[in-house]
């Protein structure tokens, strides 16, 4: 092996070695944990030779006999300098060189857009992810393992689903649109979900209008740049293998009524109510135990496995670089069925020629999703619902799953079995995406680069949906076979200049810039009903009721944008940006936006009466700048019809033949004057490094208001429109704080160190002027809209808790006629509070009681390693968070014929006074279950989301495998959770990426799982 | 110099990069049709009112609207039935337990007003078109005539409702406010006399289903009794001009009304259309048979049953109207699920269940309709509900013996013995305990009549109806105000009690 490498090395660095005039260089360079840096830049100053270190972290550099100056460069350290080294002829000079690592205000590079700005030179707001941690989670979903990595980013998971839906928000909630931020994936808008993270080499977040103002009117947002491995220059080729693969399991459990006490609980409704009582209920009544008793739960929920690997390739000399990397992963999903298989090939190098510099990126990956079924309504409330007397299986109904049989309980309604729902929906979703980008760069003058980037991210989605019946006989549908294929295509083209200039003390980089985009979208999908029963899977074969369907759309985005970048000395920094937009979504006099910024910094540590020596750096910034959202529907200003056949709203049968006739609506109205939505983003904040960078600190303030926020004006149903034009009437407020701070500590022969960041923010609803009611409702219980839980408007937060208040149970019917303003209350039903005491309770009385967003969240990485271990833990804390519990709404509802949670059984009655739980009486006469703060909890916890622990095998116990390291680790996700929260997961309800006001109701949605992993890294 | 030299570099290329593809911003919306491009052929106009019509099946998530909405809101509280407890918002209609959001009443008023939005563009823009202006006229009348009858439903079952005569432009527009019940009824007279006036007595056979001036009397009929104040005689000689103009007849069979097999016949008045012959899938079908008896949604009350059980031929059988209205545990009933030998004791016990328009026709069966869904029409104003309310208005106008004639008409269609001499009000209480309920039970009436007599909470305490005591008299008669409207709408007020 050790022969083999010398060879490659002979290959990739000819070097001449026998010339009698020379003399060598070699040594090796550590990091401060004493281990080998790969990769790292040697550079000889004044001259051309150089060198970059090996696989154990050996250089040797064969020059001219002489004295010199070398200097040693590696990413995230700073660099070394050491002066005075002697050449002489035939000798070799040895030099062992250790660099420390640089925190905050180093050599490191920032990828800001358009460019790359050294860290310490930069006075916006950008938050780079520590990528030693973020490595660390196992997951092949970069949105979930960059939660809590960011001061500033919330990462709300709406669900704990195998595909991991997120909704991201950079400082805030700064829109009712869309508020996601801009993904840009090595230097193209890009989507996230087809980059694995272990293909990523860095992610920096643009939080201010400084930085991400260069993005213009996509940017209000935030902008999350991801770069990808590409391999570096004068590196030796490196091969790394990761797998790891493990056993994920629900980790909480609802406590439901057994059987025995559903007939009890039913029994007592149904007479409370003067309803008669099914015989059928009271056998169940006297025999409980001749029924079955599924545990839907256990059912529904199984453990499921996961397995990830990785492969990758990389090296450079000097004239090219690459990396290729292929990943593999496949999560299934603890709800049954449901997996998220994830395969990819990137493809990155770039080559240089004189002048000229030239590159490539392709990424080709492939998802395939099964997702949950009526997540929510008939799953996982259903789950939770649907009687322990209801067999998992039934040879006698369609499908063979268990249903409420009529003939057995008449009366009883048809509640679908939910493991039929979740394995007669059989769905599978595929996502086949390419995303290919070339750029060739040239330098006209010294300093002075034009570039051409071109880039296009293709889509190709299909949908298969087979529908197999189940049910009661002679009561169920079709099957049926739906599938939808669609292709979107995203295309840009990018000219820019950038000029770097220096003289005395001034550095200055412009940039110039020019970008077409395009984003192209077509769709068909077609269905068809009634197919042989031995589950064929073509269209073709169905004989009823066949459809298609197709739209499509696009839209187009013209920008030039300018940057310059000055400083000082180091000491005095500026950055101005300018950004003009032109997008289709606007009319044409309102087509254009302008988002201007501007920043200043001053590292007052420079000055020469600065004199605190423990601090050895220290930045003061400021930024204010102007950014946009064209987020809104598009054709939203072009009035138009309705005229598609596939539209059965307006369609009709006239004639003796009963033929449908197509009808045309314009069930929406036009918006013409719609402009930009803007957002002007203040942000002061600093960046302290003190004993030698031991300890690093960043904090930040923040202030950001959003204008003309395009809301979709809800009208009156009497207006007889699906819904109002859009119109620029909205305001909305985010402030916030972040700090971040790190601390290492490689002394001795534990070396650990901590990372800490705290994110904070409130937001408000400043305006919402010209909505009627002023105030949108959201976060509905249950299908149809009806039973809204959240508010949003004015002074609020965003989908603020909007619910009745209670004063516990009247204790007798004497008490509840008193009371006097719920007309039929009797003892044992709940009292509602007359807020506004007008003497009446209706809708007036509902009051704010907080919203799903936490006032703080805090995320703590611990590392450390002692001789051949390594650990790390990942502690993620969301404090001042509330969650209105859905599914105990579901389960204490006490209304119908669902089941309850074991709790209800305590329900009150006067000889049982001393409890929460009204009384039991069928059709909830006192609408016990209106939603109120009795649902509402408080959702704070703090989670161990990771901790690993690893072992690398000594060399020796490698020698004869031919890998060059190997380690192995163990690790646990989501193992221990401190919550006072009683449903399944705290970390659910965290925003609805489709549904700004869908945030905050967990309708038992996809928990979180506990998971076990084991895995193994190696390289060669 | 050098920087100057750079900055005009810069600049340059900015302009020089910025000047190209005037025109790549313009986009147009490939799924639509712009406004400028419509209102030219009379296809144009005809597909504008098709988009009102379609309103009135209710087109809630595809087929389900019809049972959820109309047939929940118009059927689910009387005295005639007993109904399942299912969702949570149907059981809160019968039992009298309205709460201001119930998505079963609050799409039926969507859709109408949805329909009456519909009418308003086409009557703003017809003028656009270019055609034949007979039948430009014929389509304003039906334009008129949707409008009156959204108007009219709206006012029956929400009393205080906001009347809608334009296209909203501007925002005020949006947040209209109530009109008096009689404002809403003088303007449906109005528009129904428009419509009488301008609407062909028959339409071609490919246009059946269409409205005609029939059906633009009897609804101005019919407006005439359920306003505030009926005007007897006007109604009156609205209901002669239909039953005299020759086009209309009962059916031989009673049941052929709700079985398909006479879909737009001799005594459809007014009629919505449904087909299971959907092209591209489109959701025209209704799902009465699945909903309503055969997944045993509901039944005969008691009091119904009973009162029924005495409605019989000359021999001492059951009339026709019995075995067409309800199944129950007879050898005479059948049903088309029943296999051979199969009777409904032996099969359902001694359930009873609703069976108007539960009935896979023969019709369909070439297309084999699943159980869920039907192309069976429902008959919207029937001849002889034309006739029953024409001898309820010769009635209170004194003219007793004639009104007894006309009923007995009907009752002999389904050989049911006449009725003899009777005074003013026994026949009065005879109109309204036995006979509208016997031939129209669950055909969207019963309230409607029971509200406007203002007999609501006697009739449903005498026939013991059990959520009786959840009933607010001068509140329950009327549904709530969607809560989406009152948000929305400053403007409205909640109707009294809610």
Redesign the interface.
Same mark, same amino acid.
């Given at each position: 092996m050790k022969k083999l490498l010398t060879i490659l090395m002979l290959v990739i660095f000819p070097i001449l070695t026998s010339a009698q005039s020379t003399g060598k260089i070699a040594g090796k360079l550590v990091d401060e944990e004493g281990a080998p840096m790969i990769a790292a830049n040697i550079i000889v100053l004044q001259t051309s030779f150089g060198a970059a270190t090996d696989l154990d972290g050996n250089y040797e550099i064969v020059l001219p006999a002489g004295t010199y100056t070398v200097r040693a460069q590696y990413i995230g350290y700073k660099t070394e300098t050491i002066e005075e080294v002697i050449v002489r002829a035939g000798a070799t000079t040895s030099l062992d060189i250790q660099l420390n690592l640089d925190l905050l205000l180093s050599e490191e590079v920032v990828v800001v857009g358009y460019g790359v700005q050294k860290k310490r030179e930069l006075t916006g707001a950008v938050t780079s992810v520590s990528m030693k941690s973020f490595n660390k989670i196992p997951s092949q979903n970069t949105l979930s393992a960059l939660q809590g990595q960011a001061t500033g980013v919330n990462i709300g998971s709406y669900d704990g689903s195998p595909s991991g839906n997120a909704s991201v928000q950079i400082r805030g909630i700064g829109t009712i649109n869309d508020n996601q931020p801009l993904y840009v994936i090595d230097g193209v808008p890009s989507e996230i979900n087809y980059v694995d993270p272990g293909e990523i080499e860095s992610i920096d977040i643009l939080k201010d209008a400084s930085s991400a103002a260069i993005y213009g009117s996509r940017a209000a947002n935030g902008v999350i740049m991801i770069t990808t491995k590409r391999g570096s220059k004068n590196s030796p080729l490196q091969v790394k293998f990761k797998t790891y693969g493990g056993i994920q399991s629900l980790a909480k459990t609802y406590d439901v009524m057994n059987t025995g006490q559903y007939s009890n609980y039913m029994y007592d409704m149904l007479t409370a109510a003067g309803e008669t009582v099914p015989d059928w209920l009271s056998a169940m009544k006297a025999n409980p135990g001749a029924y079955p008793a599924t545990d839907w739960q256990d059912v529904y929920y199984k453990d499921a496995e996961s397995v990830k690997y990785e492969l990758s390739v990389s090296g450079g000399n000097d004239w090219m670089n690459f990396n290729v990397a292929g990943t593999y992963g496949n999560k299934r999903g603890i709800v049954i069925g449901t997996k998220q298989e994830k395969t990819g090939l990137r493809i990155n190098s770039d080559f240089t020629k004189g002048k000229f510099k030239f590159g490539q990126s392709l990424a080709i990956s492939r998802i395939i999703e099964s997702p949950q079924q009526h997540q929510g309504w008939e799953g996982g409330y259903r789950v939770l619902t649907v009687p322990q007397f209801v067999p998992v299986y039934d040879n006698a109904m369609v499908g063979g799953y268990g249903m409420p049989d009529p003939s057995l309980y008449p009366g009883f309604p048809l509640m679908p079995n939910p493991l039929a729902v979740q394995e007669m929906g059989e769905e599978e979703e595929t996502y086949d995406h390419i995303m290919a980008s070339v750029y060739a760069e040239y330098e006209i003058v010294k300093g002075l680069k034009y570039k051409l980037q071109m880039s296009k991210n293709a889509r190709h989605y299909h949908d298969y949906y087979f529908y197999h019946p189940f049910g009661v006989p002679g009561n169920v549908p079709d099957n049926s076979l739906f599938e939808r294929r669609s292709r979107k295509d995203h295309t840009i083209i990018e000219n820019t200049l950038t000029y770097d200039l220096s003289f005395d003390k001034h550095n200055i980089v412009a940039l110039a810039g020019y970008s077409q985009e395009k984003d192209e979208y077509r769709n068909i999908s077609g269905g068809v009903y009634r197919l042989p029963d031995d589950a064929t899977n073509v269209i073709d074969l169905g004989t009823n009721n066949p459809y298609v369907n197709g739209s499509s759309w696009e839209d187009k985005l013209l920008s030039q944008f300018g940057r310059i970048i000055y400083d000082y000395d180091d000491t005095y920094l500026l950055t101005v940006n300018i950004r003009r937009d032109g997008s289709s979504r606007f009319n044409e006099d309102e087509r254009y936006g302008v988002f201007p910024s501007a920043s200043v910094g001053w590292r007052v540590s420079k000055e020469s009466f600065f004199n605190i020596p423990e601090v050895n750096d220290l930045k003061l910034r400021a930024s204010y700048g102007v950014l946009g959202n064209n987020q809104i529907d598009r054709y939203a200003y072009i009035a138009s019809l309705y005229v598609n056949p596939g539209s059965s709203e307006f369609s009709y049968v006239f004639g003796d033949d009963q033929t449908v006739y197509t009808g045309a609506a314009i069930p929406k109205l036009a918006a013409d004057a719609i402009k930009w939505e803007t957002t002007k983003t203040l942000n002061i904040g600093f960046d302290l490094a003190m004993f030698n960078d031991m300890i690093g600190i960043s904090a930040e303030y923040y202030v950001k208001n959003t204008e003309d926020m395009l809301l979709n004006i809800p009208l009156p149903w009497s207006a007889g429109v699906w819904e109002g034009p859009v119109a620029n009437v909205g305001e909305m407020e985010n402030k916030g704080f972040e700090f971040s701070a790190s601390y290492r500590n490689y002394k001795s022969s534990f070396k650990y160190s901590f990372d800490l960041n705290l994110t904070t923010y409130s937001n408000k609803v400043v305006a919402l002027s010209g909505i009627q009611g002023d105030a949108y409702l959201g976060g509905a219980l249950e299908y149809g809209d009806t039973n809204p839980v959240t508010k949003t408007t004015v002074g609020q937060p965003i989908a603020s808790f909007w619910l009745w208040q209670t004063a516990g149970l009247f204790q007798s019917d004497a008490e509840a006629a008193a009371y006097g303003l719920q007309d039929g209350a009797k003892g044992g039903d709940v009292k509602f509070v007359d807020t506004n005491n007008d003497g009446i309770l209706n809708d007036d009385d509902r009051a704010f009681m907080g919203s799903s967003i936490p006032d703080m969240e805090l995320g703590f990485n611990f590392n450390a390693s002692w001789g051949a271990f390594d650990f790390n833990a990942f502690i993620f804390t969301s404090i001042g968070r509330k969650l209105f519990n859905g599914a105990r709404w579901q389960m204490e509802r006490m209304s119908e014929w669902e089941n309850q949670s074991a709790d209800v059984a305590n329900s009150w009655t006067p000889e049982n006074p001393n409890t929460d739980i009204p009384r039991a009486i069928f059709a909830d006469p006192n609408q016990n279950s209106r939603p109120s703060d009795r649902f509402l909890e408080n959702a704070d916890y703090l989670r161990l989301k990771n901790i690993e622990i690893g072992y690398t095998l000594p060399k020796e116990a490698l020698n004869l495998t031919g890998f060059e390291r190997m380690r192995i680790f163990i690790s646990a996700e989501n193992l221990l959770t401190f919550t006072g929260y009683s449903g399944y997961d705290p970390a659910v309800g965290g925003g609805n990426v489709n549904d700004t006001f869908d945030r905050g109701v967990d309708r038992a949605l996809y928990p979180f799982a506990r998971t076990f992993l084991f895995g193994i890294d190696l390289s060669l | 110099m050098?920087?100057n030299k750079?900055i005009t570099?810069?600049l340059l290329?900015?302009f020089v990069?910025?000047g190209c593809?005037e025109n790549? %911003?313009?986009? $147009?919306?490939?799924?639509?049709? $712009?406004?400028d491009q419509?209102w030219q052929t009379e296809d144009?106009a005809?597909?504008? %009112?098709?988009? /009102?019509? /379609?309103q %009135?099946?209710i087109?809630l998530w =595809?087929r389900w609207g019809h049972y959820e909405c109309k047939i929940l809101v118009e059927n689910y509280r009387t005295d005639l039935g007993y109904f399942?407890?299912?969702y949570?918002?149907w059981?809160e209609m019968y039992?009298f337990?309205m709460?201001? !959001?119930? &998505?079963t009443k609050?799409y039926y008023? &969507?859709y109408y007003?949805? =329909?009456?939005?519909?009418t308003?563009?086409f009557l703003e823009n017809i003028d656009r078109v270019e055609m034949d202006n007979t039948m430009k006229a014929q389509m304003v009348g039906e334009a008129k005539f949707l409008r009156a009858f959204y108007h009219l439903k709206l006012v029956t079952y929400f009393k205080n409702?906001?009347l809608?005569l334009a296209v909203?432009t501007v925002?005020e527009?949006? &947040?209209?406010t109530q009109a008096t019940p009689d404002a809403v009824y003088t303007q449906c007279i109005q528009d129904f006399t428009d419509a009488a006036n301008a609407l062909p007595t028959q339409w071609e056979?490919? &246009?059946?289903?269409?409205a005609t001036k029939g059906a633009a009397n009897a609804y101005l009929g019919l407006t005439h009794i359920y306003k505030t104040n009926p005007d007897w005689s006007a109604a009156s000689s609205a209901f002669g001009s239909v039953i005299n103009s020759g086009q209309y007849d009962l059916l031989p069979e009673f049941w052929d009304n709700f079985n398909g097999m006479s879909?737009?016949g001799p005594e459809s008045v007014f009629e919505l259309?449904? $087909?299971v012959?959907?092209?591209?899938?489109?959701? !025209?079908s209704q799902t009465l048979p /699945?909903q309503f008896g055969?997944?045993?949604q509901g039944g005969p009350s008691d009091w119904y049953f009973d009162m029924m059980m005495n409605d019989k031929k000359a021999d001492g059988s059951y009339s026709d109207r019995v075995y067409g209205t309800f199944f129950f545990d007879d050898p005479n009933t059948t049903a088309f699920?029943f296999e051979e030998g199969d009777t409904w004791g032996s099969t359902e016990g001694d359930?009873k269940l609703w069976k108007k328009w539960v009935y896979k026709s023969e019709v369909e069966t070439a297309?084999?309709p699943?159980?869920?869904r039907s =192309?069976v029409n429902t008959v919207e104003m029937r001849f002889a509900d034309v006739l029953l309310m024409q001898a309820e208005c010769l009635n209170e106008q004194g003219q007793t013996t004639q009104a007894i004639d006309i009923i007995n008409l009907v009752r002999a269609r389904s050989g049911v013995t006449p009725i003899g001499t009777l005074s003013q009000s026994e026949l009065r209480n005879h109109i309204r305990n036995y006979e509208r309920p016997a031939e129209l039970a669950f055909e969207g009436k019963r309230w409607a009549d029971l509200v406007r007599w203002g007999v609501v909470e006697p009739t449903l305490r005498t026939h013991n109806n059990?959520y009786v005591d959840?009933f607010d008299v001068g509140v329950d008669e009327y549904l709530p105000i969607?809560?989406?409207?009152?948000? #929305? #709408?400053?403007n409205?007020v909640q109707n009294p009690g809610f």
């Open positions: - | 050098k920087i750079v570099v810069l290329a900015l990069f910025t593809e790549f %911003l313009d986009v $147009t919306d490939p799924n639509r049709v $712009t406004e419509f144009d005809f597909k504008a %009112l098709t988009a /009102a019509y /379609a %009135l099946t087109p =595809g399942m407890p299912d949570d918002e059981v039992s337990r709460s201001e !959001e119930n &998505y609050d008023w &969507y007003y949805q =329909g009456i939005y519909q308003n563009i409702i906001p809608i909203p925002a527009d949006f &947040y209209p056979s490919r &246009y059946k289903g269409r879909e737009n259309q449904f $087909t012959n959907r092209p591209n899938n489109v959701s !025209e /699945a055969a997944w045993g699920w359930r297309n084999e699943s159980w869920d =192309g059990p959840n969607p809560s989406i409207d009152l948000n #929305n #709408n400053p409205l």
